[in-house]
């Protein structure tokens, strides 16, 4: 089982930056895909992004498309998510997670078996 660390999170003005890291305990396999879901309080898990160990194939949920780049750095087993033009509407907790999804499912929360604490962002002026 790989343990999942989520850092950088923060409070930010919108408009503004933030990047995203995921660490894993272990080396991925070929077969995992990383991926970020985010809740906002009261609200239901959303897919995020998502990326492929090799080839390096990613998804975007449309609200984040342009806006968000996930990247990952399997030398290191780290998966970044760089979160640019940050509204409010992108404050919530988020939880970097990995698993074995089916293309059809890659945007389902329960397709994915590891998840990290999360990482809370505030996007607030």
């Known amino acids: 089982q790989i343990q999942l660390i989520e850092s950088g999170g923060g409070l930010v003005q919108p408009g503004g930056s933030l990047r995203l890291s995921c660490v894993a305990s272990?080396?991925?396999?070929?077969?995992?895909?990383m991926a970020w879901f985010r809740q906002a309080s009261g609200k239901e898990r959303e897919f995020v992004a998502a990326?492929?160990?090799?080839?390096?194939?990613?998804y975007y949920s449309s609200s984040v498309k342009g806006r968000f780049t996930i990247s990952r750095n399997n030398a290191r087993d780290t998966v970044t998510l760089q979160m640019n033009s940050l509204t409010p509407e992108d404050t919530a907790l988020y939880y970097c997670?990995?698993?074995?999804?089916?293309?059809?499912?890659?945007?389902?929360?329960?397709?994915?078996?590891?998840w990290g604490q999360g990482t809370q962002v505030t996007v607030s002026s």
């Open positions: 997670a990995t698993g074995r999804p089916i293309l059809s499912s890659m945007r389902r929360a329960d397709a994915y078996g590891s």
């Open positions: 272990e080396p991925f396999t070929s077969s995992h895909t």
């Open positions: 990326i492929f160990r090799s080839p390096s194939n990613t």
